[in-house]
């Protein structure tokens, strides 16, 4: 069974930064299309980033050019660089696979953004 381990969120002022990590056991992440997802509450779930076995990236138009997908390999690691933080931002990040069945969902990581 796959788990997901999520990491990096916090508190933070706007135009603030933020690298959240997900640190994947059972699979390895890099052979799988892995995304970042979040959740504001009142919301539902949102992918915002994704990267695909070939390293290509896409992202939601709401985080295109303050936002940045990678991953690790050998640590078998996603990460999402979150810069130019905006409060609308506000949410929890999960990782996941974004084709075929998604794994069970990590616990998340809250990311406040808020003076």
């Known amino acids: 069974q796959v788990q997901l381990v999520e990491s990096g969120g916090g508190l933070v002022q706007p135009g603030g930064s933020l690298r959240l990590s997900c640190v994947g056991f059972g699979s390895v992440l890099s052979i799988n299309a892995m995304g970042w997802y979040r959740q504001a509450p009142g919301k539902q779930r949102e992918l915002v980033a994704r990267?695909?076995?070939?390293?290509?990236?896409n992202y939601a138009d709401s985080v295109k050019g303050r936002f940045t997908i990678s991953r690790d390999g050998a640590k078998n690691t996603v990460y999402l660089q979150m810069n130019s933080l905006k409060p609308e931002d506000t949410a929890v990040y999960y990782c996941n696979r974004v084709i075929g069945n998604l794994w069970n969902w990590g616990q998340g990581t809250q990311v406040t953004v808020s003076s």
């Open positions: 990267i695909n076995s070939a390293g290509s990236t």
